[in-house]
Nanobody, 126 residues
Framework: QVQLVESGGGLVQAGGSLRLSCAAS????????MGWFRQAPGKERLFVAG????????DYADSVKGRFTISSDNAKNTMYLQMNSLKPEDTAVYYC???????????????????WGQGTQVTVSS
């Protein structure tokens, strides 16, 4: 059973930056698709960014392209989300997720992911 723990959330002013981390343990498959999702109050949980196990493939929601960067360090079992030029509409609880997948595959569907962290709050003030 994969266990995921997010960290790095907080309060930041609009235009600022944060870096989220997701520490993973308990891998049972040889490769995974890893993703970041976010959920604002009263809204559904949405895909933000994803990365393949190889790191070759990444994908982003249109709303964060050019501002957020996903990366991973498999040696450290850690995934990151660098968030720049933050906007108030980025305010949400951010979750990391994992699902077994082929080496270069990024899974986009929230429902496909079977391991989730507890979430970390990101609040962007205007």
């Amino acid at each position: 059973q994969v266990q995921l723990v997010e960290s790095g959330g907080g309060l930041v002013q609009a235009g600022g930056s944060l870096r989220l981390s997701c520490a993973a343990s308990g891998y049972t498959s040889s490769s995974y698709s890893m993703g970041w999702f976010r959920q604002a109050p009263g809204k559904e949980r949405l895909f933000v960014a994803g990365i393949s196990w190889s790191g070759v493939s990444t994908d982003y929601a249109d709303s964060v392209k050019g501002r957020f960067t996903i990366s991973s360090d498999n040696a450290k079992n850690t995934m990151y989300l660098q968030m720049n030029s933050l906007k108030p509409e980025d305010t949400a609880v951010y979750y990391c997720a994992a699902v077994p997948a082929y080496l270069h595959t990024v899974v986009l569907a929230r429902t496909a992911y079977d391991a989730w962290g507890q979430g970390t709050q990101v609040t962007v003030s205007s």
